[in-house]
């Protein structure tokens, strides 16, 4: 996924929102499989698990059995076609997510050799934050940066002010 490019800029912005309000003595479970940032966070001294490429919007079993402090989701919600439902599933209280937001100037992502790197859903600020709240989480800090890319022409430049990332860190709602 990422042979030709590494988004150390996107990285180090959740690098950062991470550490403001996660320790490295809380256990992690990041969503999807063993990646370049889930390595990172171990760098730092965070204890992370994966999980291991199930199907989330059908199998919610590592949500529902891990006994992990914080659920992180970096850039997985818009691939799931029902994301509401593992939100719900979510059995720790903690909840540090980030999604690319949908760009009026750029159609969904969608790989055409890897069925699974696909953007079924590319939201809005407010729809994560509605859909996290429904789903029973309370917003407790939240930030946005651009993705700027080295080319010429019009997209290119409204990258470079227009907010492509947006973060979240969460914690679940008291019954």
Known sequence: MYEKTYPSKRFQHTLDFLKKHITPEET????????????????????????????????????????????TAFEIFEHLLAPFNPLREIKADKLVASIPLKLWFSPAYQSKTDPWDRHYHEFEDWQFDWLLEKAGWEIKDRAKWTNPVKKLGLRPLLRSFTPRYYIVYAVKKQL
């Open 28 to 71: 992690i479970l990041d969503l999807g499989v063993e990646n370049p940032f889930s390595k990172i966070m171990k760098e730092q001294g965070y204890s992370v698990e994966n999980t291991k490429g199930e199907d989330l919007d059908i199998d919610y079993s590592s949500l529902t059995t891990s006994d992990a402090e914080v659920v």
